[in-house]
Every structure is written in C-alpha cells, then in structure tokens.
C-alpha cells in the first residue's frame, strides 16, 4: 500500500525567505505526486502535479525516484502563501484516486 | 476551471437518523467520484470510490453498510451517512474527475455533526 509523509504540521518563515515543505512517499510501482493547496475558508485545489514539470505561483516541485521525495519549493515566499498543503500520490492507471499526506500549514510572516 | 458542489454545506443531526450528502459536478460529467472524510486538523482519507452506474468501490475499515454511495448519473453521486452516531461526525469532501482533464477538482465539504 502507498502511503505519503509530511514531516512537518506547521512551517513558519518570514516574507522573503526561502520556503521548502517536505514529501517523502512508499509506493512499489511509478506513482504520480501531486501537491494541493487550500488557503482559508476555501476548498481543496491542485498547485501543481510532478508530470507538468511546471512552475504555479513562484512553487516547483522535482521528484527524486531515489530519495522517493517530492518536496515543495518557492525561492520567496509571501504572505499570500500561507495556507494548508498536501502531497498526494496517486498510484499509476488508478483513475486519479489520490493519497494524501497529513498536510502542512504554511505560515509567512510579514 | 471546473467546479463541484456539495450540498448541504453544513448538516446537524440527532443520533439514530440518516443524513443525505449530494455532490455534483457543474460543467463536466464525472464518471468517477470520491468520497473524502476529514478529521479535526488530520488529512483527507479515502474513504470510496464512486463509479456512474455501478457500485462504488469501499476502502479497507470503511462500512459500506453506513456510508451508503450512489452514482445514478454523470453528475451526481450521493454519500448516507445512516444510523448516524456522535462518532461520525466529521468534515465529508467529494471530488470528481474530470476525464477530459485527468484532474481530480474538489468540492467545498460538508460539516457533519451528530448530536
């Protein structure tokens, strides 16, 4: 079975600073990894997904097949950062059932 | 992009009775949704999935006998919580997946809470 590690519940950083939220996963196969975001009082939404290679709000995320790792970074972050985020995996040909991680509160402080 | 309801957005409810939850997709037809339960700050769980036209799929400690699931059509799929008890109580997120996109989007929730 898959399952998906944030080691972190609360990441606190200050305007500007760099930010990294860690991901650390355990599937047998070739998993896609996602990472969500859901700022206040607003619902779950996808930032960004490993396959896009892409760049969503200043966000990246590589995985790292041999550190089994999808962690999230922003060189800058600001205050409009703070939110919840969770990794999820997503096993391969699974129609997108997603596992999550526990999730990470991301504050940055002005 | 696309969007998911749930309705309704908050539910309280007396121990022993039955509560209906509808999520629906707005502007896409969903052959697969999902059935989310969120604790107190805890992560989202699988707790099924839900397939158009056929039983839905249970994850492993999930009673389907409680949480009954019904996907009667592209854009709906329904979670009864039956019999509900304090224990139930909880935030329920669907999601439906949108197949032109191969994107899972996510509905608002609905805050359950038996008394």
């Known amino acids: 079975a898959q399952r998906v590690t944030q080691p972190e519940k609360l990441l606190s950083v200050f305007k500007g600073a760099p930010v990294e939220l860690k991901c650390n996963y355990s599937y047998s196969g070739s998993p896609e990894l996602f990472w969500y975001v859901q700022y206040s009082r607003q619902r779950l939404q996808l930032l960004l997904r490993h396959i896009s290679r892409e760049s969503i709000k200043g966000f990246t995320a590589d995985l790292n097949k041999g550190e089994t790792s999808f962690h999230l970074k922003k060189p800058f972050a600001q205050e409009e950062d703070s939110a919840m985020y969770y990794c999820?995996?997503?096993?391969?040909?699974?129609?997108?059932?997603?596992?999550f991680g526990g999730g990470t509160r991301l504050m940055v402080k002005p | 992009g696309a969007v998911v309801s749930q309705h309704p957005s908050r539910v309280i409810c007396k121990s022993g009775t039955s509560v209906k939850i509808e999520c629906r997709s707005l502007d896409f037809q969903a052959t697969t949704m999902f059935w989310y339960r969120q604790f107190p700050k805890q992560s989202l769980m699988l707790m099924a999935t839900?397939?158009?036209?056929?039983?839905?799929?249970?994850e492993q400690g999930v009673e389907k006998d409680k949480f009954l699931i019904n996907h009667a059509s592209l854009t709906l799929s329904t979670l009864t919580v039956t019999s509900a008890h304090p224990e139930d109580s909880s935030f329920y997120i669907c999601?439906?997946?949108?197949?032109?996109?191969?994107?899972?989007?996510f509905g608002p929730g609905t805050r359950l809470t038996v008394l």
């Open positions: 999601s439906a997946r949108d197949p032109g996109k191969n994107e899972q989007f």
């Open positions: 839900s397939n158009e036209g056929s039983k839905a799929t249970y």
């Open positions: 999820a995996l997503s096993p391969n040909n699974a129609g997108n059932m997603l596992t």
